[in-house]
């Protein structure tokens, strides 16, 4: 018989994609509810005020909750969405079980029953519930990129190869976009662009802001280009992006995309900027290089850097949840 597990989906979308990216490994053993949440103005309380119930949580506009048969499992993507997981698990009578994706503070730990936690985060807590990996999961994975292949070549085929991504984070936790970085990732773009040549795929984020946006397609303005900003009215091409790409720049602030560049086997580049990565970010790009997933695009021979393999502990996370139902 199949078990049930709801995805707790809220607006942090790089986190809905982690756990989208453990889903698709799961198998046909498991039956995969999507559940959208929409909060209101109490979800930035802390959790422990919060605790297992579910203020925060705009009951009209967020998918059904109350009067439903409770899962097996419930996927908890964020701080946020813990105490709808804590509450769901109390109302089952404790049979639902919490899968709990990146640290989400010190208030309901021991009701977790899997908790995943990055590498950079090690020292948080520990116990017999944590699990730890390398980044973070993610869905890019071969037959995804293959099918992204297939209908973003046509589109991108008459730039110049070879084609560099370049993926925009911004503003990490309220901390202003300082535009000095996005000057300095402009003018390695271009010494980038004077040593190969080719083209640029470019996209941004939420949290990149149109300053910094404005700084770089300036300084790329000769350069041929496909480019995707955030709340641009058309197809988003991140996935054609991955897949057809040659090699990868990211900046080190955005985790999901960075391990989601990590994921394709493609070089990647990380831009750290100057004082721009809090400790955390910068554990996080150094277990990248310490796997030899990415390299620092102001390393010697950058250019040279072929990654030993590709990232996702999507399949490891994945058996560990099968290992909870075995």
């Known amino acids: 018989m199949k078990k049930t597990i709801w995805v707790l989906c809220d607006d942090r979308k790089g986190s809905v994609g982690q756990a989208k990216g453990i889903a698709m490994k799961l198998g046909d053993t498991f039956e995969i509810v999507e559940k959208e949440i929409v909060y209101n103005k109490l979800a930035g309380l802390p959790n422990w ?32 969405t813990l105490p709808i997981a804590l509450w769901i698990k109390k109302k089952s009578g404790n049979k639902t079980k919490i899968i709990q994706l990146m640290f989400p503070g010190k208030f309901g730990l021991d009701k977790i029953d899997l908790l995943v936690i990055s590498e950079h985060d090690r020292g948080k807590t520990d116990g ?14 071969p037959e995804v990129l293959d099918e992204a292949r297939k209908k973003w070549t046509p589109v991108f085929e008459k730039l110049p190869r070879p084609w560099t991504v370049v993926i925009l984070g911004g503003e ?100 750290k900027g100057k004082g721009w990565l809090p400790k955390k970010h910068q ?34 996370i994945a058996d560990k949840i099968k290992e909870m139902f075995s």
Request: glycine share 6%.
């Open 128 to 141: 017999n519930n944590v699990f730890y990996v390398t980044g973070s999961p993610h869905r890019a994975f």
């Open 49 to 80: 005020l919060r605790r297992s119930t579910l203020l925060g949580v705009d009951l009209k506009k967020s998918s059904p909750l109350k009067g439903q048969e409770f899962p097996d499992a419930v996927m908890s993507v964020s701080r946020r």
């Open 172 to 271: 990490i936790k309220n901390k202003p976009v300082n535009p000095e970085n996005f000057e300095l990732l402009g003018e390695r773009l271009l010494q980038l662009h004077n040593v190969i040549s080719g083209s640029l795929l470019v996209t941004s984020s939420r949290r990149t802001g149109k300053q910094a946006e404005d700084i770089i397609m300036n300084k790329i303005k000769d350069i041929p280009s496909y480019t995707y900003l955030w709340g641009e009215k058309k197809e988003n091409p991140i996935m054609g992006f991955y897949a057809c790409a040659d090699r990868i720049v990211a900046t080190g602030d955005s985790v999901s995309m960075v391990c989601e560049s990590c994921g394709t086997g493609k070089p990647v580049m990380i831009f």
């Open 283 to 316: 554990k996080f790009v150094q277990s990248l290089y310490d796997g030899h997933y990415a390299v620092d695009i102001d390393a010697p021979n950058a250019l040279d850097f072929v990654p030993d393999k590709s990232l996702n502990p999507a399949f490891e």
